[in-house]
């Protein structure tokens, strides 16, 4: 194992981060709900899936249109009016995404930069949404790597 240094401190450069690729350690398939669809619904569809990140999408023609985390989600419901507002008003347009065939380590920058614990996974060859990938996502990899290093 060797070490690289960045902004961030050492960053532990492990043979798994260095020949896998997003597509090895995400989670396929999204969850998505309806932007018009009330944050309580979302919410309890996220506890109860067990997710931290939906996609949204628009209820017309399916298309993704967002991401919303647990943590944007709590904050919506604990606003003024949370109550009344859907998922489509507080989903994040802009979801951080890497293609499917980046390395894991550019995953680990790209959540580091954008200092986020989900990433929106987009197919290699068509750019379409095919899944997540979360920092627990890396750690169970990194986890598992130590054990045959």
Do not use: Q
């Not at 798994?16 to 999204?30: F, I, N, Q, T, Y």
């Amino acid at each position: 194992m060797h070490a690289r240094e960045d902004g961030y401190g050492v960053l532990p450069v492990t043979p798994g981060l260095e020949s896998a690729r997003v597509v090895d350690a995400m989670r396929h398939g999204l969850l998505v709900c309806p932007a018009d669809a009330d944050l309580r619904d979302a919410a309890r569809t996220m506890s109860e899936k067990h997710v931290h990140m939906v996609a949204v999408n628009d209820p017309t023609d399916g298309t993704i249109v967002g991401t919303v985390t647990d943590m944007a989600l709590l904050e919506a419901l604990l606003a003024d009016g949370g109550l009344r507002r859907t998922l489509g008003e507080v989903a994040e347009p802009n979801a951080r995404a890497i293609s499917s065939d980046k390395s894991l380590l550019a995953a680990v920058n790209a959540m580091r930069d954008f200092r986020t614990s989900h990433l929106l996974v987009r197919d290699a060859h068509n750019g379409h949404p095919v899944g997540v990938i979360s920092t627990l996502d890396l750690a169970g990899l990194l986890a598992g790597s130590e054990e045959h290093s």
